[in-house]
């Protein structure tokens, strides 16, 4: 099953809000997904700095020292901020580099997300409980997508848990389950993709962000997804500017979108959009299969 | 029939708020009662509301519906004033659903009998194996729709998405719009007298204000019926 949720803000003095709205969607979605949850928030940019999120996958880290072993290896300023089992580093250094570093020499944690705005957090168990953990509602930003699991394609493990992101600023939650995963990851290990799961999911973020590193805008690598993946899928993907939503021809994965003057927001199912202020009066469809439905801030 | 004594909570023209009451209780009310207008508020994409009707009542929902809203209905008047999710009315009997705004996959689902109003569209599979059911989609509907559908009939205003009719038995397709594509086994058919008549009545029950002579009708080839012993060699 699972539940994803989308909310794009249009009207930017409901920035404060953007934590406690996306946490009254995803709550909503808990029996669509209960046993793990994860969102990602574009919230403030960091200027001259990437940020890169991690969480724990077993044991304590000690955290400064990553940093402190990481500003040494890339000769970036690095600090450091720890949320609960998660840690957001800043780093003046190149954001691929600094990844790659991390997910060779910190084995005991993964990679969340790396960027200039997006900070993603993840943990297994009851949503509403993560959502909460996890402080969520005093989130602020222009944008957040978020999901709710039931295990399908691998193990209740938080390298499960949803939104995945190889690129920059790039992030994607699935509801579905992919069948051509396998060789996909491969040829895109081959390109250079470097995968901390095996978890299906993840391969088709990193598709996406493989084919927009190829010169692809988020609509042109959603469009060639559609030849290149194979399986059932709604996803919601997000950029530094926006986000997308996309569901296979077959569409058996349920989508809804709304839109008012003040946000555009997408859910699994319409009862996580109806605590949105004005959703009684918003316009509401359901997104056709195989195509694309993107927002941007600049558009 | 059940005295309204034995259900004190419920009279007559009773406003049932979702706000106020547990979706259970909502619907177990509704159960327990067997006549009388209701009208129920907030509903806030709830699943399963109003599902298992069985009495001569009419429900009006003002808001959107979650999934498999007036499922197995049978008899019961039911008016959607907004949306509804996944399996609208699913296997219904007898009876009357009306939903004013979209409805979203497998509307109609496996229905038997009674009436079916959507007065805007209906996504992928609607009136999928269809058993005697009528449906009127005012708007459009979406791929596989009356995939397998055995008996009654589905009425779209609008266009159909891909593969209409898909290995269709004999349930009766009228579509004013374009079809995007027939499914396997699904062609168009003469619109004889019989058929124009019987349009007539379902667009007149549904409210419809459109011309009979702008409809085309698809049904069955039958030519799935039986095995082709020409294809023995497939397998």
Redesign the interface.
Known sequence: MCGIVGLFLKNQSLQGDLGRLTSLMLRELCDRGPDSAGFAVYGAETTGATKICMVNRNGAVDWSAVARQLGAATGADVSVETVEDHAIFRTSGAGDTARKWLIDNVPAAYVLSQGQSIEIFKGVGDPAAIVTRLDLEHRSGTHAIGHTRMATESAVTISGSHPFSTGDDTCLVHNGSLSNHNRLREQLVRQGERFQTENDSEVAAAYLASRMRAGDTLEGALENGLKDLDGFYTFVVGTRDGFAVIRDPV?CK?A?IAETDDWVAMAS???????LPGA?HAK???P??ATVYAWSRVA | MASPSASPAITRNSVLDLAQMKLREVNQLLHDTDSGDFLIRNP????SLACGLDGDMSITID??V??YCAGMNKRASVTVNG?A??GLAENMMSGRVHVK??A??SAGATGCGGLLIIDGNA??RCGIALRGLDIVVKGSV??MSAFMAQAGNLVVLGDT?DALGDSLYEARLFVRGNVKSLGADCVQKEMRDEHKIALRKLLDAAGANADVAEFKRYGSARNLYHFHVDNAGQY
Do not use: F, K, L
């Open positions: 569409a349920p809804v199912e319409y009862r996580a959009i109806a605590p009684e509401i469809w359901e056709a299969p | 806030r994409g709830a699943h808001g959107h979650g999934y949306n999710g996944t705004g979209d979203s996959q996504s992928a979406g791929h998405g």
